[in-house]
């Protein structure tokens, strides 16, 4: 049980970044010469929230590098 909780826990957390990244993050990551189409977006949704602790990290770097 306490490992089905933790999971919950973990795409929870996953979703809200994943989210958040897809409408405000991408724009950091990526370089300014790619724009994200609305449907790549979508796209990036399920990945995002799998690797939510990478994603979370190389959006932080972006932020601090610029």
Known sequence: MILLY???LYVGIGV???VAFVTVGLS????PA???SVGAR???IPGATALWPYVLSRW?????AS
């Open 6 to 8: 933790g999971l919950a």
């Open 16 to 18: 809200v970044i994943a």
């Open 28 to 31: 950091w990551v990526l370089p």
């Open 34 to 36: 790619m724009p994200a």
């Open 42 to 44: 979508i796209l990036f």
């Open 60 to 64: 932080l770097r972006a932020r601090q």
